[in-house]
């Protein structure tokens, strides 16, 4: 009786560890609200700004004078008409491809720019730390929006130069993100252990580094995409992004800003779609971090 007590107590732990581990493993796999709304929202953005042609139910272009300014609701135009008759909602559909195109091209060239200065940074000497880092703060003595307002205003207007201008805005952001991420790992045991075996570099900084920073990198670029979207907006708004007559978000709010005060419920139509998809980045990015970052699930 005593010999099956002591085994029944000694099983018992092991029990409740293999239940603890179940359980764990399946927090894991529980994916978060904050990614599955948002998530879905974006790709269904995207499905729409990739079959833009067949969704949008008038051209891009395509207006009479006759039909102009009409309100929100109107037979054959759900969301009115701006100042030339142009459909808005057709405009709102083929606006979301540059807009998403200028929120995401931006964010992955800096990303890579600003990943590969921040390793740079954090795994070179101090003398190389300090010559990246304060080049980099540079970039931080003025104003994000200025700076590209500037880069734009000298490059000309277009969607490719905006795409520059803030692909060299967030580099800077980027790199000291990933330059902490990396200073945090320096001293870790798997780090010297890599070291002493002879491991270079670049070997080092490929199979211990990355992956270790990869998550930081996903979630806070992921929520720079929706920042990214607003900048584009406010370049198109001030004439340095998008051209007319082709449909982008920024631009149609500064077209359909004349029309403020006679007809003020048109111009919110892509003011929301810009707030709703910034929004929806930005959560994403929230919702990625609780599903990707280790430290914050050993806590919970």
Do not use: K
């Not at 560890?17 to 529980?30: F, L």
């Not at 070291?195 to 070997?203: D, E, I, K, L, Q």
């Amino acid at each position: 009786m005593t010999t099956l007590t002591d085994a029944a107590v000694v099983q018992e732990p092991l029990v409740i560890a293999r239940s603890e581990n179940t359980g764990s493993r399946r927090r894991r796999r529980r994916i978060p609200l904050t990614v599955v709304i948002p998530g879905t929202a974006i790709a269904v953005l995207v499905v729409v700004a990739a079959f833009a042609p067949v969704l949008a139910p008038h051209g891009p272009t395509a207006g009479s004078l006759q039909d102009r300014l009409q309100g929100i609701g109107t037979s054959g135009h759900l969301l009115g008409t701006d100042g030339r008759g142009q459909d808005i909602l057709s405009r709102l559909i083929w606006g979301a491809r540059p807009s998403l195109l200028a929120g995401v091209i931006p964010v992955v060239m800096a990303g890579t720019v600003g990943t590969l200065l921040g390793v740079v940074a954090g795994m070179g000497t101090r003398r190389i730390q300090s010559i990246v880092m304060r080049t980099l703060d540079v970039f931080y003595a003025f104003p994000a929006v200025l700076l590209a307002i500037a880069i734009a205003a000298a490059l000309g207007s277009g969607i490719s130069n905006a795409m520059v201008a803030l692909s060299v805005v967030l580099v800077a952001p980027i790199a000291r993100v990933v330059e902490t991420e990396v200073a945090r790992l320096r001293n870790e045991d798997f780090m010297e252990a890599a070291r002493v075996s002879g491991a270079g570099w670049t070997r080092i900084a490929v199979r211990q580094v990355l992956p270790n920073v990869a998550p930081s990198i996903i979630v806070y670029c992921t929520a720079l995409v929706g920042l990214s979207i607003v900048y584009a907006a406010g370049l198109s708004f001030l004439g340095l992004g998008v051209s007319p007559p082709h449909p982008e978000w920024g631009l149609m709010l500064n077209e359909l800003r004349q029309n403020l005060y006679s007809n003020p419920t048109l111009a919110l139509v892509p003011a929301v779609a810009i707030l709703l998809t910034s929004v929806a980045f930005n959560v994403l990015g929230d919702g990625l971090r609780d599903l990707l970052d280790v430290r914050t699930e050993a806590l919970a």
